[in-house]
């Protein structure tokens, strides 16, 4: 299937099809109420859309050869209907000449076209399963439109019948892929069309051309992508490509589910979308995977009833079928849950070498497949499925958004105990991650809307002075009050008194949440309470603050719902609130909706309570992302209840109130690459980020001029004025009486402060730049190894021999072909960081060492070699990049690149760090060298260092900081800097890394200084800066020859020479040379300058040793 190379939006029209196509049913259905002049005559046009709905209903017409009316099957014998309306005859039972029989097997079905909110009694069924459980009935399917809940009794009545019972609802029928527009009310005996097939889009077709290409060279691989970026249908897309691989034109697939409520959607989709022959089995557990249990923990599942492909228990039926069908015909499609896996097995024996191995098992869900077997434990039905000898496949794929990876601490323990662990990193049970696309990427590509997190705070007194009453709280806590009045807070985008919250353009409150607590009875009481919060006490209509407005409607569901249940609350949430006020529709559970349940568009996820793990996080946060036509962001609602009074760093320390929110942030930063920059920028930015945002809720509104203040222009008769000022009041909507609100003893903004302080700490990585070190140096190897490869031919040979010769005329002749390769390996990583660093900066094209360097390279690979082997640290790149760029000044980008610069060295190059000392002066050091200086050059000369014909040099620059601080300490005036930029500042580095980050960082200071003087020069190189030895310019007493390509860098050496130097900064290079002869790292020497500290300082030493004269620190 072709992909389209546009956008997502070319399968929006198909999302947008399939909502008219429902709403077109729904049509259908009030017309037939409308029009119909009997009971009998709406009956029967109910009929002829059902049996529609048999014959090409994708599900359904891969079980049906033939759909007839009662009157119509040969074994009514003209009997009148008393309980089945139409009969169905299966593909497996149609007689081969295609004659029917009454003794042909048959699928009995009933038609009942309810109204609305009918609630299906026992009597309703009991003629039907009377007369249904006759031969030659098999099994029946009950169709009805009542869209609520059954009676007790009517379900237990279709529960382990012998003859089973499917159960069709209008979810069922709303959803499926016939057109109900092109359903003609007036002729229905014409057959409406189907909708269209979704196209696979750019992301999709990657995702499947890396798999396949993946299973040429492995067994097993990982398919990551994140919630609702169309992983089932990519699945079903490789499933095709097995079936149209080689001369077979077949495959036979298994794909396992660890739910029946998952089973039943991606049969729905398969059979919606495939485009080859299909044939499909479902198989569930004999210990009833939907059978309802308190440790079940509100996990969503629906019954087999509720299966459109009625599923099978038992191995011989399984393995009879198989073995019967042709192998070779399109694709063959076992759906199973995990749980059931023991009758594949068992399947699996009883066929013998009658059956046919997988050709491909797909295992969904895969993060469920993780865990731990002690060596004298059985496996679990979900970790057994990685054992081939058990499951006879060719190939695994494993599907997930959120891989599951244990840490070393429990691999160890594990290991310690004996313990066979499945992690999703071990790449012997789950093979390599063929394909990965992240929540980030998915976001920048326009698959998934963005999202924001909002963490509410809400002082608990101001729930308090709410109610008049401590009754009107009902059974909520103070702190569950205070919690969710934060949420309808956050609902309305409502704007308090004392914070600068801002949700930019994206002003309308929201329209759809989700609110995931801590278990059922936690959430039938939000479901009751929260609207009564809402609509008594916060909602109001009166005033002029729109955001007040908000009502909410909420609902409960959970997993012992079953699927008419909750599918009728899906609709709830779904269908369009009123517009005659803004209405947000919450459906409020502990777990059922977050895994593998299909949802509606959401605005919003509230968590009221800690989840259980961070997949549950993720997989309730994958909810909200979804697209839809006009949607800006989705929102993660954190509410915490903070008690009256206390400073915020006190209640931030308090981790039973906050565990929600450091969860729910490392849960998303652990799974969105751009959200984990985000988090590790915080404490290098000035501005606060975006995507977070910290309130705190307050109830007062801002005041007129006329209510806060003193005087007559208040109406006081008081020759005085009144000095009474009314803090803030709220009418209540239900009873006008006005409320009185405090403001906190404790600025927002010291709040606002203190979360994002604690975020840093609670959330961010403390090794997040050593973790780019570690990469740096594998990095750094590979390069390396490339150069020496290629130097090996004649020709680069001599070029770089050039290269070396150019290195030791400017730098220090004791520059050897090792060092020289190592700096073109540290050129090769660092220009892609400096060109996402600072992309509208022109320095690694324009500065003379970088030219010199790159042109090195070009010549030694013109093949672009060095393209090719960057090409896998694309991602390492671009994530550093992400990294880079989250952070918002310039002052944090210097942090960085001081921190990268040091553990580049730590991890990449530890033996040139310490041969060459490269140590940090700090700030405050830096600037009392300076000022010192200044005030001595005053002193004794009568001049300042800003003064034309003053030349400064720092001639250890490290990362450039005395030169960056001189530039920003004033001690230069805005009608100095120019000139004494462009001509009377020199700087020397010996360290290619640490001569581009003090290139880069002095031209990004002096333009930002300009820019502020009004300015606007663009790039600016720095024209005092060079590559160079500063001890060895001593050893050349003549000028040095322009040569190759440092001919620019060598021209700056000259005109240094030529400079009158009038001052010295600098902090001197700390090393004493090698501690071991075999560390083969020695100092380099310098013999004149060496020769002149013997004549001084030795000669007049009367030290024994005195090889410490000759240190570095010593020798500047």
């Known amino acids: 299937?072709?992909?389209?190379?546009?956008?997502?939006?070319?399968?929006?029209?198909?999302?947008?099809?399939?909502?008219?196509?429902?709403?077109?049913?729904?049509?259908?259905?009030?017309?037939?109420?409308?029009?119909?002049?009997?009971?009998?005559?709406?009956?029967?046009?109910?009929?002829?859309?059902?049996?529609?709905?048999?014959?090409?209903?994708?599900?359904?017409?891969?079980?049906?050869?033939?759909?007839?009316?009662?009157?119509?099957?040969?074994?009514?014998?003209?009997?009148?209907?008393?309980?089945?309306?139409?009969?169905?005859?299966?593909?497996?039972?149609?007689?081969?000449?295609?004659?029917?029989?009454?003794?042909?097997?048959?699928?009995?079905?009933?038609?009942?076209?309810?109204?609305?909110?009918?609630?299906?009694?026992?009597?309703?069924?009991?003629?039907?399963?009377?007369?249904?459980?006759?031969?030659?009935?098999?099994?029946?399917?009950?169709?009805?439109?009542?869209?609520v809940a059954w009676s007790q009794n009517a379900e237990a009545a279709i529960q382990g019948q012998s003859k089973p019972v499917t159960r069709i609802g209008l979810t069922d029928l709303r959803a499926s892929n016939i057109d109900w527009k092109t359903y003609d009310f007036a002729t229905p005996e014409l057959s409406p069309t189907l909708q269209a097939h979704k196209r696979a889009l750019a992301h999709q077709t990657k995702a499947i051309n890396d798999v396949m290409t993946g299973f040429e060279t492995h067994d097993r691989g990982t398919l990551v992508m994140a919630c609702g970026t169309g992983k089932t249908f990519t699945s079903l897309q490789i499933a095709q490509k097995f079936a149209e691989r080689g001369d077979s034109a077949g495959a036979r697939i298994l794909f396992m589910v660890p739910s029946l409520a998952l089973m039943s959607q991606t049969m729905h989709e398969w059979a919606a979308e495939v485009s080859v022959p299909f044939t499909a089995w479902s198989v569930c557990s004999d210990t009833k995977v939907n059978r309802k249990r308190a440790d079940r923990d509100d996990i969503a599942d629906i019954a087999t009833m509720d299966l459109q492909i009625p599923p099978t228990t038992d191995a011989a039926s399984l393995a009879d079928s198989l073995t019967q069908a042709r192998p070779n015909e399109g694709l063959q499609v076992v759906f199973a849950t995990y749980q059931s896996i023991g009758v594949i097995h068992e399947a699996q024996v009883l066929a013998g070498e009658a059956w046919r191995d997988f050709d491909l098992v797909i295992c969904d869900e895969a993060h469920r497949t993780t865990g731990a077997k002690l060596a004298n434990e059985d496996e679990s039905a979900f970790t057994r499925i990685h054992d081939n000898t058990y499951i006879r496949a060719d190939k695994r794929l494993y599907m997930t958004a959120t891989p599951r990876i244990f840490n070393p601490a429990i691999k160890k323990a594990a290991r310690e105990k004996d313990a066979v662990l499945s992690s999703m990193d071990d790449q012997a049970i789950y093979g390599p991650v063929f394909h990965r696309l992240g929540f980030g990427q998915a976001v920048v590509g326009g698959l998934l809307t963005d999202y924001k997190v909002v963490v509410l705070q809400v002082p608990e007194d101001q729930i308090t002075s709410i109610f008049q009453q401590g009754d009107e709280y009902g059974e909520l806590s103070i702190p569950e009050a205070a919690k969710l009045a934060g949420c309808w807070n956050a609902l309305a985008k409502r704007k308090n008194s004392f914070t600068d919250t801002q949700y930019g353009d994206d002003t309308n409150p929201m329209r759809r949440a989700v609110a995931f607590v801590k278990d059922i009875k936690t959430s039938k009481l939000v479901a009751t309470e929260f609207q009564n919060l809402v609509n008594q006490h916060l909602q109001n209509l009166t005033n002029a603050d729109p955001s007040d407005n908000l009502a909410v409607q909420c609902r409960h569901v959970d997993g012992t719902m079953n699927a008419v249940q909750r599918g009728e609350a899906l609709d709830w949430l779904k269908a369009a609130p009123g517009e005659n006020y803004p209405v947000c529709r919450i459906l409020t559970n502990a777990r059922c909706l977050s895994e593998g349940v299909d949802v509606p568009t959401l605005d919003a996820v509230l968590f009221l309570n800690p989840r259980k793990s961070f997949v549950d996080v993720i997989q309730a946060v994958g909810r909200v992302?979804?697209?839809?036509?006009?949607?800006?962001?989705?929102?993660?609602?954190?509410?915490?209840?903070?008690?009256?009074?206390?400073?915020?760093?006190?209640?931030?320390?308090?981790?039973?109130?906050?565990?929600?929110?450091?969860?729910?942030?490392?849960?998303?930063?652990?799974?969105?690459?751009?959200?984990?920059?985000?988090?590790?920028?915080?404490?290098?930015?000035?501005?606060?980020?975006?995507?977070?945002?910290?309130?705190?809720?307050?109830?007062?509104?801002?005041?007129?001029?006329?209510?806060?203040?003193?005087?007559?222009?208040?109406?006081?008769?008081?020759?005085?004025?009144?000095?009474?000022?009314?803090?803030?009041?709220?009418?209540?909507?239900?009873?006008?009486?006005?409320?009185?609100?405090?403001?906190?003893?404790?600025?927002?903004?010291?709040?606002?402060?203190?979360?994002?302080?604690?975020?840093?700490?609670?959330?961010?990585?403390?090794?997040?730049?050593?973790?780019?070190?570690?990469?740096?140096?594998?990095?750094?190897?590979?390069?390396?190894?490339?150069?020496?490869?290629?130097?090996?031919d004649e020709v680069n040979s001599d070029y770089f021999g050039q290269f070396v010769d150019a290195l030791q005329k400017t730098l220090n002749p004791g520059i050897d072909r090792k060092q020289a390769i190592d700096m073109l390996a540290q050129h090769l990583i660092t220009k892609p960081l400096f060109d996402a660093m600072f992309p509208d900066q022109e320095f690694t094209s324009q500065n003379p060492v970088s030219h010199a360097m790159q042109g090195i390279l070009d010549r030694l690979a013109e093949n672009q070699v060095f393209e090719t082997e960057r090409e896998p640290l694309e991602k390492f790149y671009q994530t550093m990049t992400e990294k880079i760029r989250a952070i918002d000044n310039l002052a944090g980008k210097q942090e960085i690149m001081r921190t990268l610069y040091d553990k580049f060295f730590s991890k990449a190059f530890p033996k040139l760090g310490d041969r060459l000392g490269i140590v940090f002066t700090p700030v405050p050091v830096v600037d009392y060298i300076l000022h010192s200086a200044h005030e001595a050059l005053v002193k004794h000369f009568g001049k300042g260092l800003g003064d034309e014909g003053v030349a400064i040099i720092e001639p250890f620059l490290g990362t450039g900081t005395f030169i960056t601080r001189l530039l920003q300490s004033e001690l230069i005036s805005p009608e100095q800097l120019e000139h004494k930029y462009r001509h009377e500042i020199f700087a020397n580095e010996i360290v290619l890394l640490s001569y581009y980050i003090a290139s880069i960082n002095i031209e990004q200071v002096y333009r930002e200084i300009r820019l502020e003087q009004g300015i606007d020069e663009g790039y600016v190189e720095f024209p005092g800066i060079t590559l160079t030895d500063t001890f060895q310019l001593a050893e050349r007493q003549n000028q040095i020859p322009c040569i190759g390509d440092f001919q620019a860098n060598l021209e700056r050496v000259q005109a240094q020479r030529a400079a009158k130097i009038q001052v010295v900064v600098m902090n001197p290079p700390y090393s004493a040379g090698q501690k071991k002869a075999n560390d083969n790292n020695q100092n380099l020497k310098y013999p004149w300058l060496d020769g002149r500290i013997a004549d001084t300082y030795a000669a007049r030493s009367s030290a024994t040793n005195k090889n410490s004269l000759y240190d570095s620190y010593y020798r500047a």
């Not at 099957?73 to 139409?86: Q, S, Y």
């Not at 029917?100 to 309703?124: G, L, R, S």
């Not at 606060?688 to 008769?717: R, T, Y």
């Open 1 to 147: 299937m072709e992909a389209n190379p546009e956008t997502p939006a070319v399968n929006d029209q198909a999302i947008a099809e399939q909502g008219a196509s429902a709403a077109a049913f729904d049509r259908l259905l009030a017309q037939y109420r409308g029009s119909a002049r009997s009971q009998r005559e709406k009956g029967n046009l109910f009929e002829q859309l059902v049996r529609a709905y048999l014959r090409l209903d994708s599900q359904m017409r891969l079980q049906f050869a033939r759909v007839y009316a009662w009157r119509d099957w040969p074994g009514a014998a003209g009997r009148p209907d008393t309980g089945i309306d139409l009969v169905a005859i299966e593909h497996r039972d149609m007689p081969s000449d295609g004659e029917v029989t009454p003794d042909t097997p048959a699928v009995a079905v009933q038609c009942k076209f309810y109204a609305p909110q009918t609630k299906i009694q026992k009597e309703h069924l009991d003629s039907f399963l009377s007369e249904s459980g006759k031969e030659p009935f098999k099994r029946r399917i009950f169709v009805e439109t009542t869209g």
């Open 625 to 792: 992302m979804r697209r839809a036509p006009g949607k800006r962001f989705g929102y993660i609602i954190l509410p915490v209840a903070i008690p009256a009074g206390i400073a915020p760093e006190e209640a931030l320390n308090d981790n039973k109130r906050f565990e929600v929110v450091w969860q729910v942030l490392q849960a998303i930063r652990a799974h969105d690459e751009r959200f984990d920059a985000t988090i590790n920028a915080i404490e290098y930015n000035e501005s606060q980020p975006e995507n977070i945002i910290v309130d705190v809720l307050n109830f007062q509104k801002p005041q007129h001029p006329e209510v806060i203040g003193s005087g007559g222009g208040c109406g006081s008769d008081s020759g005085e004025g009144d000095t009474t000022q009314t803090v803030g009041t709220r009418t209540d909507s239900g009873t006008g009486t006005a409320r009185s609100f405090q403001p906190s003893m404790f600025p927002a903004s010291q709040w606002k402060d203190a979360v994002y302080s604690k975020i840093v700490k609670k959330v961010g990585n403390r090794l997040y730049w050593d973790d780019w070190s570690k990469d740096i140096g594998k990095i750094a190897s590979r390069y390396i190894s490339l150069i020496e490869t290629l130097l090996q």
